[in-house]
């Protein structure tokens, strides 16, 4: 599975952003997709994910519960993530990953994901 993140850019606090992440493959549909994110000189974090097939299911992390939205596109593989009501702490590169194996479980930690994009940069001013 390949992967390929945009839609980052600058944008002020309280608007939005919408990512998108394309996959290659003809099984997107059977991995769990999640979205991380790293703030400088901050560690790598979890940000959401979505389960695998309709993606009926989807955890987020405290700091983004309502503000943020993962939905997923099988017929165009394309994961996305909805950000609005942006604040400055969200600035960071965002990164998508896929689940290390099809229909597994994968959840808040980044071991758990074997497929990443090359992240895109979010940047919120005050």
């Known amino acids: 599975v390949q992967l390929q993140a945009y839609g980052g850019g600058l944008v002020q606090a309280g608007g939005s952003l919408r990512l998108s992440c394309a996959a290659s493959?003809?099984?997107?549909?059977?991995?769990?997709m999640g979205w991380f994110r790293q703030a400088p000189g901050k560690e790598r974090e979890f940000v959401g994910r979505?389960?695998?097939?309709?993606?009926?299911?989807?955890t987020y992390t405290d700091s983004v519960k309502g503000r943020f939205a993962i939905s997923r596109d099988n017929a165009k593989n394309t994961v996305y993530l909805q950000m609005n009501s942006l604040k400055p702490e969200d600035t960071a590169v965002y990164y998508c990953?896929?689940?290390?194996?099809?229909?597994?479980?994968?959840?808040?930690?980044?071991?758990?994901?074997?497929?990443w994009g090359q992240g895109t940069q979010v940047t919120v001013s005050s």
């Open positions: 990953a896929a689940d290390s194996r099809p229909f597994g479980y994968a959840g808040r930690s980044e071991y758990e994901y074997g497929y």
């Open positions: 493959g003809r099984t997107f549909s059977r991995y769990v």
């Open positions: 979505i389960s695998w097939d309709s993606g009926s299911t989807t």
